[in-house]
C-alpha cells in the first residue's frame, strides 16, 4: 500500500494528517483579505511571463491555474509568455527597464526575487490569510514585505545510485555520513566502477551553489548558518574559506565527470546521474531533476542521503525552502496580479501537479501519494530543514560565485584570493 506523505512537515509534523479541503486560496484579492479587487468584475488583458512549461505536468498545472484566474475573471484576457530560461532575467530586465515589461512575471525565490524587489509591488496584507496554509514564504519575502506566494518547496537533496555503491562494495542502505566516509566512498567509486562519483554540470557557474547550500549544514555552526542566511558573512573565515576549498578539492580528487565546466547542468549533468554514470548527484526536490524524474530511470536504485558532517558542532539539514512564485510589476494590475498569485496556489491545482509533476508543494494541507523511497525520507526530515545558502547573496554577489566557481574547480584561483575577492563584492 502507499503511503501518503506530504510538505506540511515543513511547518509541523503533525500537519501531515491535514488533507486537501477545497480551494480557499482563490478568494478573490477584493474579498475577506480586504484587498479592494471585485472578483469578476474586472475586463481587459493580464500578461504573465514565465519560462514555460517542461512537460505534460506543467503545462497541466499551468491550465488549471488559468482556470481558476478565469473563474475570478471571465471577462479578462491573459496573455502568457513563456520566455527561454536561460534569457529569462536578462530579457525581464530589459523590458522592465524600458517600461514594456510583463504585469506579472514569475521568479526563483530567494536571490533573483530579492534582488528586484524594487521594481515589485509589495502583496503583503492582500496574501496575509495564506500565511499558516503555505511554506517557504522567507523566500519571496524583503524588509518586513511579501511579493509573492510559493507555490512549491525547492530544496538541494543528495541523491545517490544504490546499484553503483553495491558494484563499488558499498552498503546502500548505510550512506556516508562524515566527509571522510564520503571520500572513501569515492575512492572506492573510482577504483571499482567506470562511473563518476559525482554527476556535475557547471557550464553555467551553477555547481558551487549546490555544493555550498548542499553541504553548508555540515560545514558551517547553526549560529554561522543562521548568521549567512541574515546577511552577516564572513567570507575570510575558516569555515567559509573551508567551503571553498573544499570544492576545490573534491575537483581535483577526482570527483566528477570529465569536462564539468564544459558540460551544461540542465539537463546533461542530470542525465548522467539518471543514467548511471555518476554515483551521486546533488539534485533538486521540484520542478525538474528531482526524486520523481530520477525514479523512472532507477526505481529502486534510487535513494537520498543527507548531508555529510564535516566539523563538529554542526546540525545536518535539510536545505530546502520556497521555489518559485509570481510577483506583481504593475501597479495598476495589482488586484488582478494578486488574484493570478492566488490562483497559483489554489489547493486542487498544486494537489493535481503534487503528484504528477513531483513536487512538494507548499501547501500544508496537501498530501502526496507516493511509494518513492527518496520522496519520503525527505519529507520525514523537513521539520529540521534549513533555508538555501547561495539565495540570501546578491545577484551580483552570486554571478561572481559561479565564475570563481568554475576557475576554482580548474585551480585558475586561490582559494584566498577567491574569498577576497567575494568579500569586496558584499562590502562594495
Known amino acids: 500500500m502507499k503511503r501518503l506523505i506530504g510538505s506540511a512537515a515543513v511547518v509541523t509534523a503533525a500537519a501531515l494528517a491535514l488533507t486537501g479541503c477545497g480551494g480557499a486560496s482563490t478568494t478573490p484579492s477584493g474579498g ?14 493580464l500578461t504573465v511571463w514565465n519560462w514555460g512549461s517542461a512537460d505534460a505536468p506543467a503545462q497541466a498545472y499551468q491550465d488549471q491555474v488559468l482556470a481558476a484566474f478565469n473563474e475570478l475573471h471571465p471577462d479578462v484576457e491573459v496573455e502568457i509568455v513563456s520566455q527561454p530560461f536561460d534569457q529569462y ?8 527597464e524600458s517600461g514594456s515589461g510583463p504585469d506579472v512575471a514569475l521568479f526563483n525565490g530567494g536571490t533573483q526575487l530579492k534582488s528586484r524587489v524594487d521594481s515589485l509591488v509589495p502583496v503583503t496584507e492582500e496574501l496575509a490569510d495564506l500565511q499558516d496554509q503555505l ?5 519571496f519575502e524583503a524588509d518586513g514585505e511579501t511579493y509573492s506566494a510559493p507555490t512549491f518547496l525547492q530544496g538541494f537533496p543528495i541523491y545517490y545510485n544504490a546499484a553503483i555503491f553495491e558494484e563499488a562494495g558499498l552498503d546502500p542502505e548505510a550512506p556516508p555520513t ?7 566512498a569515492c575512492e572506492a567509486i573510482k577504483s571499482e566502477t567506470d562511473v563518476s562519483c559525482f554527476a556535475l554540470g557547471n557550464k553555467e557557474g551553477l555547481g558551487i551553489e549546490f555544493f555550498i547550500s548542499g553541504f553548508g549544514s555540515g560545514i558551517f555552526t547553526p549560529e554561522e548558518y543562521d548568521a549567512w542566511i541574515d546577511g552577516e558573512r564572513d567570507w575570510e573565515s575558516e569555515h567559509t574559506k573551508q567551503a571553498l576549498e573544499l570544492w576545490a578539492q573534491t575537483s581535483e580528487d577526482g570527483w566528477y565527470n570529465e569536462g564539468a565546466n564544459s558540460t551544461a547542468m540542465f539537463n546533461d549533468s542530470f542525465d548522467l546521474f ?3 554514470k555518476a554515483a551521486m548527484v546533488i539534485g533538486l526536490t521540484s520542478g525538474t531533476a528531482h526524486w520523481k524524474q530520477f525514479d523512472e530511470f532507477l526505481g529502486d536504485d534510487l535513494r537520498f542521503m543527507m548531508p555529510v558532517t564535516v566539523n ?5 539539514a535539510l536545505p530546502i525552502e520556497g521555489g518559485i ?8 494590475k495589482k488586484e488582478l496580479g494578486v488574484d493570478w498569485i492566488r490562483s497559483t496556489v ?6 493535481d501537479y503534487s503528484v504528477a509533476g513531483g513536487q512538494i508543494v507548499s501547501d500544508t494541507s496537501i498530501e502526496i501519494d507516493t511509494d518513492i523511497q527518496s520522496a519520503q525520507q525527505m519529507v520525514e526530515v523537513l521539520p529540521t530543514a534549513k533555508p538555501l545558502l547561495h539565495t540570501a547573496l546578491s545577484g551580483e554577489t552570486l554571478d561572481l560565485l559561479h565564475r570563481l566557481g568554475q576557475q576554482l574547480l580548474i585551480g585558475e584561483v586561490t582559494v584566498d584570493d577567491a574569498a577576497s575577492q567575494l568579500a569586496a563584492s558584499e562590502q562594495g
Open 32 to 45: 475577506a483579505t480586504g484587498g479592494g479587487g471585485g472578483g469578476g468584475s474586472e475586463s481587459g488583458t
Open 89 to 96: 532575467y536578462t530579457l525581464l530586465g530589459s523590458a522592465m
Open 135 to 139: 511554506a517557504g514564504w522567507p523566500a
Open 178 to 184: 562524515t566527509w571522510d566516509e564520503l571520500d572513501a
Open 274 to 276: 539518471s543514467g548511471g
Open 312 to 316: 563538529e558542532g554542526t546540525e545536518l
Open 325 to 332: 512564485g509570481y510577483a506583481v510589476i504593475n501597479e495598476e
Open 346 to 351: 489554489d489547493t486542487q491545482a498544486l494537489a
